[in-house]
């Protein structure tokens, strides 16, 4: 096995290891909470947002990051949609223009 290999099985099992405990201190934070209701989203939030516990669960879950993911998305969309700026075009063009050519 090359090292390569056995990094990338460290860090897969480290990152799944993470995320278990992860959700386990969002569960234990949210259940010990009172009662979250629909009704009241605002105050559920709030809620949420003070409790130290389910803030560093959510921290290190994986969650986050596909709410940023999203919110990039939505950025580009728009840019591509209301000035036809296309994003991923000119970050293509950027990483084509900074990397070093080794030939």
């Known amino acids: 096995m090359s090292i390569s290999t056995a990094v990338a099985i460290v860090l897969a099992a480290l990152s799944t290891t993470i995320t278990s405990l992860a959700y386990l201190r969002e569960h234990d934070a949210a259940a010990a909470l009172p009662v979250l209701s629909m009704r009241r989203p605002l105050h ?27 919110a990039a998305a939505l950025a580009a969309a728009f840019l591509n949609a209301a000035f036809g700026y296309c994003l991923g075009c000119e970050m293509y063009l950027l990483v084509r223009r900074v990397t070093v050519r080794t030939e």
């Open 44 to 70: 559920s939030l709030r809620l949420l947002l003070s409790d130290r516990s389910w803030l560093v669960g959510f921290a290190l879950g994986p969650a986050w990051l596909g709410l940023v993911a999203t």
